[in-house]
């Protein structure tokens, strides 16, 4: 099957012959795999993609969810999609066996989901909140809890939310109001009004579990006095069975310019609308122990965050290989030093400015995709790796470049849809084609799950700064042993080592320098700019570290696909990484540009 | 009267205290004006755009025309907005009284229109077709042309378009095929099909008169043998009635991304369907000279782009206007160097990573409004300045800068607008706040009028090398008298101008550098990159033109005003501006990353 949703090509590439993801095979969690069963999942989510994500992304877009009566109406096709997706199983790729899982790794779990990104990213939403939810619940649910509700959402019965924000409070978790009333049944009432709820409501599912960050009365004020609740919208017994409506409303929906198909609600819980035993209140369970909630969904929101960037990447990359194609199909003009006006048009990928977009997109979607691959491979390392020194070692790293691997596909690859949209010329800003439609999708990205600027105070603030700077250390050591190994390699990869190493000492000194003088407020005023700076580096490594896998290539093998690689590592270093010296050197000025800045002046 | 559209007070900085508007009025031309009439058509234009173009904006985003039994039907606001507009008489404000014009100068009619571009893009853009239809009539037609179809554009009755792109000629007008024949009386019969024709069809004014590319058979290949005609939707007599539907046909409508209120349209001429005297072929007058109607349409093409340009900077600038209210209103969280949660949430605004993306587009779409003024000035200069040297100079100029006009403002206040949404987080995100839908319409701006591709090639293909560089030398004369001024002023403004000379300097060098290969595939590998360069370059110079003026105003008005403009001024020269350093290098590297990247290497 091939697509142009994502390349098969590459992700062989990244994951066999770049990721060596067939080694894990040897640890015991996934004895019984084998690069057949991981191609066999690839195929499986390809052939979904294609055959029951992909056909209704536009109309999911165009006949967004709407309200009657209460009740959410949307095209048959999402649950369509989705039954099918239940019955394959994918939702529990890369959970325990004990639960109904495959015990995929996650770096190819990952791959496989990004064919529904890529295909229709409203219709994969709901499953991957549901995974984000169920998998939060089999960290830190009781054993109870994960029967009642993580199962049923393993069986594609039960649809998983994450609720998090209130209207008064996004960004500012500690400002959240909605409060959780112990009862004296061990459970708790909530009441309090969740915004932004995506899958939120609808019917495609028997329930809905909420998890909900409220306070409980009497805990400490900010973040610390936050707890983490279960909360579905239809009351489960004992036995499993469905009972009573849960008090949760659904207020409304708001209309989004992208991702249309999935709901997006503001909710109300306990405002008395359903009455389970005639009192007010949505009945909750505490998840964990209390005022732990924040920390508790933070362990999720890595996942989520890299889950995010992988989304993003998979915009990215779709719209990258359909305007491949049409650049190839479209015939426009000549070359610019043909001056005979009777000969035939060129494909316009003859032209160097539409090679330029297109190289640009790849070098951003293939550096993205192997970005977040790297990242998923990471978290099977943290929870896999034989020796604890190696798990400890892919925690850090994956801290550290979660905030990177949330932004930068988010910002990049959305950068690679709007080129998209440039090759396609005046027909790319119609509805006639699917670009456009990426690029209004995908500019949530930077927005949810902690915008660019959260990522930012993240990475300057929290990650290159905790357990003395531990995190950093340990990303600036894994990239200068891919430098070593290129030095040693010789040639290309020798001269680009080099740059990448100047620039991974820019991001050593420049951190020290900022964080120097003691004053966060002057260190993080331009935490926007590092965090684009770092994240270039990072992807100029990636494009390193591909540089050296198809080194290791055999010399006949496939040689246009390895030299499309050589040439977008290529474009990555002489036209992107360059852009990070004038940032760091702005950042190295300790520039006081926004500090200064008074409201009264704009 | 105050809306978030323009900023007055900017305005009035840039038209009356750096572009000195007022001494245009010493000019004959202009000697019936003062600071109040151009004061007052401000006025009437702002209130215009608020009352009638701003309300229906969102609606005409939502309802966008469509097509009943052959005839265009929209909402009834749009049609009820454009009768007030041409009540105004606006639609003249720059063309001589003799034909019923103000004869006000191009850069206050920029100014004025700059208001309804802001307030609602897809409706103005029926008369700033209209405009340019009339404007090419008025430089090109005989007086007869001008009687039938110009003096009923400028009383409102009849609307304009431009027919050039073909479904299979866009960028590449050199492939048109749409035939005219010769007929015996002297017209001609058209045959053919023109795509993307803003304002094709409709029912908003009496008639629509088609400005057509089209060529005469026997006439040379290429764009050497492409002629313009008049063709109007339905006939005029002699005596200016309406008589037959003339042979142009509505095939469809295209269904685009933004811009939704503008009917874009398929049209068939000589279809037959409707056949005026029997015979079929849309009958049309020969514009000027056969075989001249490239030249004629680029004529008219620079000032179009230059008002696309405009047009991207009102987006720009209105969003930006937007998110700072919002941001000044909008509490969540608190200083990074607060830690106590209990006390008060501040305005975003306060945060530095939202006022750094409020300088951004601070800079950008002030620095965007000040050359698209400045070209507007520079047009006056060349049509009036007493001095025949003087016009040269402002043709010259201007030449050069209208790729840059163009370009610049279609990319940066693109980004601005994407940065709006960002300040607005997940609200910006949806269809209840004006930005989304400003980003969406802003994407056409690098498309339509010649896509950034295109007017690459126009700046450093044609413009940096035509009558052997001398359109160059131009702007980096003024360019450099700017600097000059600048280090006698001393001061910062001293500071800023010692790197904008440095910057200057690599233009120089590297548009020599890129020619001096005498190879045009290589030196135009990056036209793109080159375009980009020498924008950053040209906006930090209106940057620095802007501090000047801020210099000469008296100390004690207005302090807030003029400290918003050098901190702006500040954040370019810091931020931006140093961007242009690794494009320069690498346009110096006579890099051949994108020659020599192969299509099967993709």
């Given amino acids: 099957m091939s697509s142009t949703l994502l390349s098969r090509r590459d992700l062989r590439f990244l994951l066999y012959e770049w990721l060596d993801v067939c ?11 084998s690069r057949e069963t991981f191609d066999d999942v690839l195929d499986l989510a390809e052939r979904l993609a294609v055959e029951h994500f992909a056909p209704h992304n ?96 393993v069986q594609g019965r039960f649809f998983g939310t994450m609720c998090l924000s209130e209207p008064q409070a996004g960004s500012s978790l500690a400002d959240i109001t909605t409060r959780a009333e112990p009862q004296d049944d ?19 599912a ?68 359903h009455r389970p035993d005639g009192r007010p209140g949505a009945v909750g369970h505490l998840v964990g122990p209390a005022h732990q909630g924040l920390a508790q969904m933070f362990h999720m929101m890595n996942e989520a965050r890299v889950g995010v960037g992988a989304g993003a990447t998979a915009l990215g990359y779709t719209g990258y290989l359909k305007s491949l194609a049409y650049a190839r199909q479209r015939p426009q003009g000549r070359p610019v030093t043909d ?34 691959l790297y990242c998923g491979r990471l978290l099977d390392e943290e929870r896999t790796a034989p020796d604890p020194a190696d798990r400890e070692r892919a925690h850090l790293l994956l801290d550290m470049l979660t905030p990177i691997a949330k932004s930068w596909p988010s910002q990049w690859c959305l950068a690679a849809n709007d080129l998209a949209i440039q090759v396609h010329g005046g027909y790319g800003y119609t509805r006639d084609y699917d670009v456009e439609q990426h690029w209004r999708d995908n500019r949530l990205n930077p927005i949810h799950e902690g915008t660019h600027g959260i990522q930012a105070l ?19 050591e894994t990239i200068r042993a891919s430098v070593s190994r290129a030095w040693k390699a010789d040639g290309e990869a020798a001269e680009l080592a080099a740059r990448l190493g100047a620039a991974v000492d820019r991001i050593a000194a420049t951190t020290r320098r900022l964080w120097a003088g003691g004053d966060p407020a002057l260190a993080l005023a331009n935490a926007g700019v590092y965090l684009e700076a770092v994240g270039h580096v990072v992807v100029a490594w990636m494009w390193l570290e591909q540089l050296l896998a198809v080194d290791a290539a055999p010399s006949d093998a496939d040689p246009d696909f390895y030299a499309g690689k050589r040439q977008a590592a290529r474009y990555f270093f002489r036209y992107e990484l360059p852009r990070t010296t004038a940032w760091f050197d702005l950042l190295d000025s300790l520039d006081r540009t926004t500090l200064e800045m008074r409201d009264e002046w704009f």
Same sequence: chains 1, 2.
């Fill in 23 to 33: 080694r894990l095979t040897e640890r015991p969690r996934y004895a019984e795999h």
């Fill in 58 to 153: 536009r109309a999911a877009d165009t006949s967004e969810p709407t309200v009657e009566g209460g009740r959410v109406r949307m095209i048959p096709q999402v649950k369509a999609a989705l039954d099918m997706f239940a019955r394959t199983g994918l939702l529990a790729a890369s959970m325990d066996e004990s639960v109904g899982g495959m015990q995929l790794p996650h770096v190819v779990s990952a791959a496989a989901f990004g064919f529904l990104q890529a295909a229709n990213v409203g219709t994969s939403a709901y499953p991957f909140l549901t995974l984000g939810n169920a998998n939060l619940l089999l960290a830190h649910g009781s054993a109870e809890q994960v029967d009642t509700y993580v199962r049923p959402m």
């Fill in 186 to 204: 061990g459970t708790y009432r909530l009441f309090g009004t969740k915004m932004w709820i995506s899958g939120g409501d609808h019917e495609l």
């Fill in 206 to 273: 028997e329930n809905i579990v909420h998890l909900v960050l409220a306070r409980i009365p009497g805990g400490p004020p900010g973040v610390k006095g936050i707890s983490l609740f279960v909360v579905p919208k239809i009351l489960v017994g004992p036995d499993g069975a469905l009972g009573a409506r849960n008090d949760v409303t659904l207020v409304g929906l708001n209309h989004k310019m992208g991702y249309r198909g999935t709901t997006n609600t503001l909710l109300n819980f306990g405002e008395g609308v």
């Fill in 339 to 372: 001056k005979d006006p009777t000969a035939p048009q060129v494909p316009i990928v003859a032209h160097t400015d539409v090679r330029r977009m297109l190289l640009a997109q790849k070098s951003y979607v293939e550096g993205a995709l192997a970005l977040v």
């Fill in 458 to 476: 993240d990475l300057l603030g929290r990650k290159a700064t905790m357990r003395d700077g531990a995190a950093l250390a340990v990303l600036l």
